[in-house]
């Protein structure tokens, strides 16, 4: 069955650092997007993007963040400056035709630890 | 703000028994999604349900939507280990979903 591939699946990196968080989507999927899980906490919408552009994002997603997809199979998130607050398990996902409505293909995560 | 809140938040029950899990809100929702998600894993899509009173059954689970769309339940008949996990409902808003908080069912052999 597809799947959607998260790299890595763990990260730790210090405080100020940028990192890239990778993700190869469900490759006829045309919707992506990347959401977060604090430790205990809700799964929380960060960005969609479709047709190399961003459709929507949260107001978690600010200056510091942004999406690429640099090439026809990977679909990046990358923190500029990292704060401790921004330690979570990210999800990358796709989705097909319809978008959203037909249901998300989650990833496995990465999870980030700032410290 | 589309909040959306599931009951209980915990519940822990013996292989066999059966059991109902409930996501609410104050809220419509065009649509309304459930997941199950173990840990270090993502969410996995269970069901999409989209009108009001829609009911839709995967194997022991049984999914309803409630009639003004603003609330949904999940039940389970006779729950299996394998059944343990964290079940989320997620509410469409715009083209994507906002999600519940979630509750942690574990089902002991």
């Known amino acids: 069955e597809p799947e959607v591939t998260q790299t890595p699946s763990h990260q730790v990196t210090q405080m100020g650092q940028e990192v890239i968080l990778r993700c190869v989507p469900i490759s006829n999927h045309l919707y992506f997007y990347w959401y977060r899980q604090i430790l205990g906490q809700k799964v929380e919408f960060l960005v969609s993007f479709y047709n190399n552009e961003i459709s929507e994002k949260s107001e978690i997603f600010d200056d510091q963040f942004s999406v690429e997809r640099p090439d026809g199979s990977n679909f990046t998130l990358k923190i500029r400056s990292t704060k401790l607050e921004d330690s979570a398990m990210y999800f990358c996902a796709s989705s097909g035709t319809g978008g959203a409505y037909n249901g998300y293909t989650f990833g496995s995560g990465t999870r980030l630890t700032v410290v | 703000t589309q909040l959306l809140e599931q009951s209980p938040q915990f519940l822990s029950i013996q292989e066999g028994e059966n059991l109902t899990v409930y996501c609410n809100s104050s809220?419509?929702?065009?649509?309304l999604q459930w997941y199950r998600q173990e840990p270090g894993e993502g969410p996995v899509l269970l069901v999409t349900?989209?009108?009001?009173?829609e009911v839709k059954k995967l194997k022991r689970l049984t999914f309803q939507f409630g009639d003004a769309r603003k609330d949904s339940s999940l039940h389970i008949t006779a729950a299996q280990p394998g059944d343990t996990g964290l079940y989320l409902c997620?509410?469409?808003?715009?083209?994507?979903?906002?999600f519940g908080p979630g509750t942690r069912l574990s089902v002991l052999p």
């Open positions: 997620a509410g469409a808003r715009g083209q994507n979903f906002v």
């Open positions: 809220s419509v929702f065009s649509s």
């Open positions: 349900v989209v009108t009001g009173g």
